[in-house]
């Protein structure tokens, strides 16, 4: 079965980076992109970027282009998330999800929060 | 960007009754390929969000056959037909067939 699995929950300081890590198994990791997902506390969803694990290929949102890098490991069928210069409106679980065009297999989510 | 814009926003339903949330983009969701790239997700308190229906009217594997999807493109709905207690949470209409992604604001399922 289709599974991604998140790294953990992390607590950083502003101006600090973080990265975080998605497990993929059960599926060819190399044949469906990957997004990136994150949700403020009592807020909606905003989609980051998406990644190709087959050639690398990247789209990030505009408003964190700057600061946000996708890559993919395919050795280990892991996608990795690393935002940097973080701020307090930061804070939010990020998750990753299969991506088929639409979002059918999501991460379990991780919770980054960013205070001094 | 695509603007999705979902009405209403909070959803008080009797349950067995049914229920539907609308969702409306800025611009048509067709794409170049033919295919209208516009899902529905549901998000139950605490959890991850979970696919229901892709491609506007395809119900995800394991969704009950409650759930349904119509619609074309720039107006779509999500219908219950019969609302269960499990049913509580925010649904999410996403649109994929540009970059960025975008999401409608999410609407607030909850038992009257």
């Known amino acids: 079965q289709v599974q991604l699995v998140q790294s953990g929950a992390e607590v950083k300081k502003p101006g600090a980076s973080v990265k975080v890590s998605c497990k993929a198994s059960?599926?060819?990791?190399?044949?469906?992109?990957i997004s990136w997902v994150r949700q403020a506390p009592g807020q909606g969803l905003e989609w980051m970027g998406w990644?190709?694990?087959?050639?690398?290929?990247?789209k990030y949102a505009q408003k964190n282009e700057d600061r946000v890098t996708m890559t993919t490991d395919t050795s280990t069928r892991t996608a990795y998330m690393e935002l940097r210069s973080l701020r307090s409106d930061d804070t939010a679980v990020y998750y990753c999800?299969?991506?088929?065009?639409?979002?059918?297999?999501w991460g379990q989510g991780t919770l980054v929060t960013v205070s001094s | 960007d695509i603007v999705m814009t979902q009405t209403p926003l909070s959803s008080p339903v009797t349950l067995g009754q049914p229920a539907s949330i609308s969702c409306r983009s800025s611009q048509s969701l067709v794409h170049s390929d033919g295919n209208t790239y516009l899902s529905w997700l549901q998000q139950r308190p605490g959890q991850p969000p979970t696919l229901l229906i892709y491609n506007v009217s395809n119900r995800f594997s394991g969704v009950p056959d409650r759930f349904s999807g119509s619609g074309a493109g720039t107006d779509f709905t999500l219908k219950i037909i019969r609302v269960e207690a499990e049913d509580v949470g925010v649904y999410y209409c996403m649109q994929a067939t540009q970059f960025p992604y975008t999401f409608g604001q999410g609407t607030k399922l909850e038992i009257k």
């Open positions: 059960g599926y060819t990791f190399t044949r469906y992109g």
């Open positions: 990644i190709s694990p087959y050639n690398g290929n990247t």
């Open positions: 999800a299969r991506d088929l065009d639409y979002l059918d297999y």
